[in-house]
């Protein structure tokens, strides 16, 4: 009985709920940089992954090949993450090697970095034959996501023009799911926050969001970037929507979760959006994210229901009301997002066996749960072009996950950085993670 009984708290000593703290949810931070960046942000992540030096993939003359279309024994070979140069050669070294289309989209960073993709697989010329759009790199801190999706995009590539299977730990596809998942039309974007991400990658700081100082207050070094996962448009005014005291986002410039200064205000979020609107046919979204085990899908910001209709975000009789889980009748707050009962059924089914393939990869249990059972959240990526279509009928509707990899690791001072052994643990369940999203979507489109 008393094991029984403290196994069940164990769960609620981990300090992370999906990419955030406790303590950052209340507005803390990992590290205090009012202090400087010094030495003391190495020194306390000895032992995590390191950021690889030069360039591996020599300026995209050499294309990367992933964990899932060779030997298991090269698992530990993936012993350094991809800097942001190596994220951009990569996606080159395939251009090279494997035609893939590279693109760049029209809004640069606030450092002027542009940000680019690749188009992979799909059936037509034009943008028309692209069907799934996964991103990663948003949270710049949550190391690998990056590198998880470029190298199953090249074990993709490799296993097609082999005509082999690949095999992600306890979990093997065959060249017809290869051929499948390739023939739905990819588009990807490796790095939505590159300047958070480079800033991170030099200075072990646990850096979250982008690097905008428009908002800045003078002295702290907390209030540079908006949190980009809050910065899209589903109910980004959570004061206006969300019912008082629901901190769905923050309005405080100093916080982890600070949403910025209107809907898709940022270049990263635009270029997006962008995309969204380039590939008509998208149907599908990815987010990668870390270190939480959890498999997510939307709405973000309250429960599902599929009853009333006119319980949906465009009610302004429903402002204040919204974001509370569960919900309080007596407070006025009995309240729930309208989301049609065959789309519910869609992204529950397509969840749980994305969460069910990642736990039989590695068998490290990933749940599937709907975004707010966690905390509701506003601005967020996954219900962009799902709304986007409800707002325009003339747009295609577009099912949203967000997927948490790996653990909080306990012995570095920023618990979102992996080490070696637990990235490739990583890699392993994110390969499969995809290849769930791309053959239940084949499926069911
Ligand atoms: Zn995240």
Redesign the pocket.
């Known amino acids: 009985m008393k094991t029984a009984f403290l196994s069940f708290l164990i769960p609620l000593l981990v300090p992370v709920q ?2 955030l703290t406790r303590d950052e949810i209340r507005g803390g931070h990992i590290v205090d940089l009012t202090k400087g960046i010094n030495r003391r942000q190495t020194d306390g992540n000895v032992g995590t992954i390191p950021v690889a030096t030069g360039d591996r993939f020599q300026n995209g003359d050499k294309a990367p090949r992933g964990i899932g279309s060779q030997a298991a024994t090269v698992l530990g070979t993936f012993n350094s993450v991809l800097n942001t140069n190596e994220i951009k050669s990569a996606i080159k070294g395939l251009e090279k090697e494997f035609r893939v289309g590279y693109f760049e989209t029209p809004y640069k960073t606030f450092e002027n970095r542009t940000m680019f993709g690749a188009k992979v697989g799909g059936t037509g010329k034009s943008n028309n034959g692209y069907r799934v759009l996964l991103e990663t790199g ?2 710049a801190r ?1 190391r690998g996501g990056p590198d998880h999706l470029i190298y199953f995009i090249s074990d993709l590539l490799w296993a097609n023009r082999e005509k082999k299977g690949l095999n992600y730990g306890g979990v093997s596809y065959t060249y017809k799911d290869v051929q499948t998942a390739l023939g739905m039309g990819i588009v990807v974007l490796p790095l939505v926050n590159p300047d958070g991400v480079a800033f991170d990658q030099t200075t072990n700081s646990c850096w979250r969001k982008n690097r905008n100082p428009a908002s800045a207050i003078s002295g702290d070094p907390h209030s540079i970037g908006i949190d980009l ?1 809050r910065n899209f448009a589903p109910v980004w005014n959570f004061t206006k929507y969300l019912a008082p005291g629901i901190e769905a986002a923050s309005t405080n410039a100093s916080t982890e979760t600070f949403y910025g200064t209107g809907p898709l205000s940022e270049p990263e979020t635009k270029n997006v959006d962008w995309t969204m609107d380039r590939f008509p046919n998208l149907g599908w979204f990815m987010d990668q ?2 270190p939480a085990t959890l498999v997510l899908y939307g709405w973000c910001h309250d429960s599902n229901q599929a009853r009333d209709p006119t319980q949906n975000f465009g009610n302004m009789a429903y402002d204040g009301k919204r974001g509370v889980v569960p919900d309080e009748p007596s407070k006025g707050t009995a309240y729930k997002e309208y989301l049609d009962q065959k789309d519910w059924d869609i992204l529950s089914l397509t969840a749980a066996r994305i969460a069910g393939g990642m736990s039989d990869s590695t068998g490290r249990f990933y749940p599937a749960l709907q975004a707010p059972h966690l905390y509701p959240s506003s601005g967020c990526s996954a219900d962009h072009g799902y709304m986007k279509a409800m707002l325009d009928p003339s747009k295609k509707k577009i099912y949203g996950f967000g997927v948490e990899f790996g653990e909080w690791n306990e012995d570095a001072e920023c618990g979102f950085y992996p080490t070696v052994e637990a990235h490739g643990k990583n890699m392993v369940e994110n390969g499969v993670a995809y290849m769930e999203l791309l053959l239940n979507a084949a499926r069911l489109s």
């Open positions: 999906a990419c948003i949270h949550e996962n994210h870390s």
